[in-house]
């Protein structure tokens, strides 16, 4: 038996004209950005003169490259430090936001905002909070008589900027979950309470369950997102000729290709990055099939 509707032959072809511009854009703004990326791989090129082949001699640089290396390195520390903060203090958030309370709808709209906010406009009122000299995080320490700590110095950047990324993903993490948590029958809890289930009880057997769909789907997304960082870290550590005190994969990318000219070797760390991604991707639809739950 066939469901659903049937298209006739005129709109057939409206279907397609109104998908081409769409189908424009994956075929050359992204398929074609890949593969001209990956061609590019395995040239050298600076821009002005014609590109010389090189082989594999980018992505051997890669392994002997000490700056890509600390890049590279620096991705997985943030990688892993952002992931679950973000996933934890989100579903955290949908949890307490979740309950009818007075103002709720307030209190989600204020926990958004981060997310809708330009990060250029953002990173700047952070430089504000945690300028060593006259930064409003440091006024407040000195009013316990506090040391002023530099927190955007090579000890504490990383940190700085893992705060600063976590404030802005957790509001759309916190929307992703509450679409989760609506969706779960009352039922189950009543039936939980009946058996003398508590509070914390009927939030690992039976919301956390119920919720793996968003939990699957809300780590895939952020951990893409904490492999492409580039927005914050750029803004609040960058140094004096388009040094960073945190260089991540993206911020080398982004150098090599348009401080250096070395297109070639942004290419070659380009497509390792999406090969990361990809690697990643691979692992969590392996977790997907083995403890997510569906309805």
């Known amino acids: 038996m066939n469901y659903g509707l049937k298209l006739l032959g005129r709109e057939k072809?409206?279907?397609?004209?109104?998908?081409?511009?769409?189908?424009?854009?994956?075929?050359?703004?992204?398929?074609?950005?890949?593969?001209?990326?990956?061609?590019?791989?395995?040239?050298?090129?600076?821009?002005i003169n014609p590109p010389t082949w090189a082989g594999l001699s980018n992505y051997e640089a890669l392994f002997t490259n000490p700056d890509y290396i600390e890049a590279f390195t620096n991705t997985l520390l943030f990688s892993a430090e952002y992931v679950p903060a973000v996933v934890i203090i989100s579903l955290l958030l949908a949890v307490l936001l979740n309950r009818?309370?007075?103002?709720?709808?307030?209190?989600?709209?204020?926990y958004f905002l981060p997310a809708v906010t330009s990060a250029v406009a953002s990173a700047l009122v952070w430089n504000m909070i945690y300028g060593k000299d006259t930064g409003l995080l440091n006024a407040f320490l000195e009013l316990f008589h506090l040391a002023p700590v530099?927190?955007?110095?090579?000890?504490?950047?990383?940190?700085?900027?893992?705060?600063?990324?976590?404030w802005g993903a957790i509001g759309e993490g916190m929307i992703i979950f509450l679409a989760g948590l609506t969706a779960i029958p009352r039922d189950y809890y009543e039936a939980?309470?009946?058996?003398?289930?508590?509070?914390?009880?009927?939030?690992?057997?039976?919301?956390?369950?119920?919720?793996?769909?968003?939990?699957?789907?809300?780590t895939l997304i952020t951990a893409i997102n904490a492999f492409q960082a580039?927005?914050?870290?750029?803004?609040?550590?960058?140094?004096?000729?388009?040094?960073?005190?945190?260089?991540?994969?993206?911020?080398?990318?982004?150098?090599?290709?348009?401080?250096?000219?070395?297109?070639?070797?942004?290419?070659a760390q380009a497509i390792q990055l999406a090969l990361l991604v990809g690697i990643f991707m691979l692992i969590m639809f392996w977790w997907e099939r083995h403890y997510v739950v569906y309805e």
Request: hydrophobic share 50%; net charge positive.
């Open 192 to 218: 939980a309470s009946i058996d003398g289930a508590g509070t914390v009880k009927q939030f690992f057997h039976v919301t956390l369950p119920l919720i793996t769909p968003s939990i699957f789907f809300q």
């Open 230 to 267: 580039y927005d914050y870290i750029y803004m609040l550590t960058r140094r004096g000729q388009g040094n960073s005190t945190v260089p991540v994969a993206v911020y080398s990318i982004y150098r090599n290709a348009f401080n250096f000219f070395r297109m070639g070797d942004a290419s």
């Open 150 to 166: 530099c927190w955007l110095c090579a000890d504490n950047a990383m940190t700085s900027v893992v705060i600063v990324n976590v």
């Open 13 to 47: 072809i409206w279907l397609w004209v109104m998908l081409l511009p769409t189908l424009i854009g994956l075929v050359f703004g992204t398929v074609g950005s890949l593969l001209a990326t990956l061609g590019l791989s395995f040239f050298d090129w600076d821009l």
């Open 100 to 110: 009818k309370i007075r103002g709720v709808s307030i209190f989600r709209t204020i």
